[in-house]
């Protein structure tokens, strides 16, 4: 019988700690967005609209970082406390 790698991660739009397990969990590393809340001040006091699209791709590039680790597991659990899993899944 094959055994299935199993991955848990707990995700918000800031970080996402990525959690092994193979009969215990393990937590393997943690991935950080790189739109901080200062780097969010700096670009909103240029502009709202520049804000917004610095965001948008910021948290596509964090996004994608954490799809290139999902790729190598059998199962994944999402969870944490806000909507950032949906966005991963879309």
Do not use: C
Not at 73 to 87: N, R
Request: a negative charge; zero cysteines.
């Amino acid at each position: 019988m094959e055994t299935k790698k199993r991955l848990g991660i707990w995700m918000d739009h800031s970080r996402a700690h990525i959690i092994e397990y193979n009969g215990q969990p393990e937590e393997k590393e943690i991935l950080y967005s790189s739109f901080t809340p200062k780097r969010k001040s700096e670009v909103l006091h240029r502009s709202e609209f520049i804000m917004h699209h610095k965001e948008q791709g910021e948290q596509a590039t964090f996004y994608e970082k954490i799809g290139e680790v999902i790729k190598g597991y059998d199962q994944v659990v999402l969870f944490g406390p806000t909507d950032a899993k949906l966005e991963l899944i879309n």
